[in-house]
């Protein structure tokens, strides 16, 4: 069934990039309304918004054309989610205190949704003693607060008062419209992304790991509710929100990172591609290009997967392998030597799946059965992975 968002939008400056949110959130196909104070109609017009959504803006709480229904009621109990972005200090000082003299507070205070603030506003403001109260009354209320980023402001303030990214919006109402919380109350250790072996001060050997997948995994794994920390190498992706990120290198700095969480882990999800070698000796100077050739002597670096298996306590592990040839034998075999409860074994011979990808498709080791994934979204494989990984005996 069609999930509804239900945006509001009060006269910030940001409220221009509210028509970038509710356009994203149409393209992942949901359906979208949205409601304004009337002051935020001198930013944005509500034509702007009605020519997106297919619905009628609302702005009065009085209107000549008037629905046999009551338009602030209907809309509380159609959205699924609720969403205030921007948020000013007027508005939230007003939810924080019961007030509902407009369209926007009035619908907010009838509905039963989730309700998220997406805060924008000059820095003094957002600082202000009086805002930090009325967001932490509203947050001790159920609200979840998103906070603003820190940077220019409109006014050439410079400082936190900028709304979050779209990007972390969407995530966050995404997030909150999972309903079932299976993993609350549980620490979930993700790897992700690629590591690098320094040669010199200037050369490392890498591999082609764009980190997504495990990336989608920390994202699943917060939305199920889920303490996560996220043991990531370099990679261009942003920030999960409410993850605890650990950056690492190093296939080194990795394994020292995952021996000092894995004690207190109750899910550890190991995505990342990890090298197998690194050089033997690594040179203090760049190496010059003085010969046709250069012979480069490398060592394994430490199997951290067969660490972790050899250390589980209470821990499900998961680990990922991925291979050119006899995929499925070479994956069963990892499974069994590494000490697995589950393995994903990328199926690299399908197009659309692997490194750098948004899709993937996999085969799902457990110790009971080996199930074919068909190419999806890595999004959507994260949540069958946790699942499966929650389901393990």
């Known amino acids: 069934m069609q999930k509804c968002v239900l945006v509001g939008v009060s006269s910030s400056i940001a409220a221009y990039k509210s028509v970038q949110l509710v356009s994203d959130l149409l393209k992942k196909g949901y359906d979208v ?34 629905d046999y229904d009551i338009k602030h009621i209907s809309l509380a109990k159609k959205a699924d989610v609720l969403i205030i972005a921007p948020a000013t200090a007027n508005v939230i000082a007003k939810l924080a205190n019961g007030i509902a003299d407009d369209f926007l507070t009035t619908t907010v205070l009838a509905s039963k949704a989730p309700k998220i603030i997406a805060p924008a506003m000059n820095t003094n403001m957002y600082e202000n003693e009086i805002t930090k109260a009325n967001l932490a009354k509203l947050k001790e209320m159920g609200f979840i607060i998103i906070e603003p980023e820190y940077g220019l402001l409109a006014c050439k303030d410079e400082g936190k008062g900028k709304l979050a990214n779209i990007s972390t919006l969407i995530e966050v109402i995404e997030s909150t419209l999972v309903k079932d919380k299976y993993l609350k109350g549980k620490k979930v250790i993700v790897t992700a992304g690629p590591t690098k072996e320094a040669i010199d001060p200037v050369r490392f050997i890498t591999n082609h790991s764009s980190g997504k997948m495990g990336y989608a995994i920390a994202r699943a794994a917060y939305a199920l509710g889920a ?9 261009d992706l942003d920030k999960p929100y409410g993850v605890n990120m650990v950056q690492v290198k190093s296939a080194k700095e990795m394994f020292e990172a995952m021996k000092e969480l894995y004690a207190d882990s109750d899910y550890v999800i190991m995505a990342a591609a990890v090298a197998d070698y690194r050089p033997l000796e690594y040179a203090c ?25 050899q250390h589980k306590t209470h821990q499900k592990l998961c680990g990922f392998a991925m291979e050119t040839d006899d995929l499925l034998e070479n994956a069963k075999h990892k499974f069994d030597i590494k000490n697995c409860d589950l393995l994903i074994a990328n199926d690299l011979s399908e197009e659309g799946a692997g490194f750098k990808h948004d899709t993937n498709a996999v085969y799902i080791i457990s110790a009971q059965e080996v199930k074919k994934m068909p190419l999806m979204a890595k999004s959507d494989l994260a949540y069958l992975i946790l699942k499966a990984l929650y389901e393990v005996k």
């Open 227 to 235: 303490e996560v920390t996220l043991v990531s190498g370099e990679v």
């Open 285 to 309: 100077g760049k190496i010059k290009k003085n010969s046709s050739s250069l012979e480069l002597k490398l060592t394994k670096t430490d199997d951290i997967l067969a660490y972790l298996g």
């Open 33 to 66: 309304e949205v409601m304004m104070t009337e002051n935020a109609t001198k930013f944005v017009t509500p034509l702007t918004f009605s020519s997106l959504t297919k619905h009628k803006t609302v702005y009065e709480m009085f209107e000549d054309d008037i």
